[in-house]
């Protein structure tokens, strides 16, 4: 597992709670060994797919014909052993996130096959990549409000045919600071996220343990709605 491309959809990018907590999980993945690169979304002219497939039916099966920033992460994916994605949760993800995921079914080779009921395909040889990662932050109180976004990575995954390894979860991540500096929790959090970093490349998996302290609750249901609601009067 020692190449890893991260892509954070984050609009926010650096200054984004998501950032806050992919840096120590990248870190982690770096102190096991891994080499890693970030790149972001909101930082790639990427245009979304427009349907046509002419990557898989095309003159040329496995290359977009769309000629933008894409055309250089198809090389840094088709090296990766892993590929990390991070993202908050919008309704449901932020449109450059999207966008990019989209564009990645060019490297899927339209050789279709049924397993357990669902129609599946596999990477093109060339890809490496062998397992999928979530990395997402939310602001709600709730980890079951990242379903739909877990279900988007899994999707993924299993329609290549590689490993889901499981998502990193921070609902209400913005607890993890306040006025501005991170809490004893939030640094708590981030140190988890390190070691569940680290796992993923020395172990293979995430002791759900370590993924429990990353989405541990930081207050309680109640206040967090007591909050939001506050605002708004």
Known sequence: ?????????????????????????????????????????????????????????????????????????????????TLVLATPVYIPLPGEMQNV??????????????????????????????????????????TGNFDTVVRIAEELAEGASVEFSGAVLRPHAFLMKQNGELTDDGRAVQQAARRAGSELVREGKVDPETLEQVSRPLISQEELRQRYNQALE
């Not at 357990?116 to 602001?139: C, N, P, S």
């Open 101 to 142: 995921i989209n564009r990645i079914v060019a490297l899927v080779e339209p050789k279709l096959e049924t397993r357990e009921g669902r129609t599946r395909a596999r990477f093109h040889r060339d890809v490496k990549i062998q397992r999928i990662v979530l990395v997402t932050t939310g602001g709600w109180w709730e």
């Open 1 to 81: 597992m020692s190449k890893v491309v991260a892509i954070n959809g984050s609009p926010r990018m650096e200054k984004g709670n998501t950032d806050m907590l992919l840096t120590f999980f990248l870190q982690g993945m770096k102190d096991a060994g891994g080499e890693v690169e970030l790149f972001y979304a909101s930082r790639l002219d990427v245009e979304p797919c427009t349907g046509e497939f002419q990557c898989w039916y095309g003159k040329t099966p496995g290359e977009c014909y769309i000629d933008d920033d894409m055309q250089a992460l198809y090389g840094k994916l088709r090296a990766a052993e």
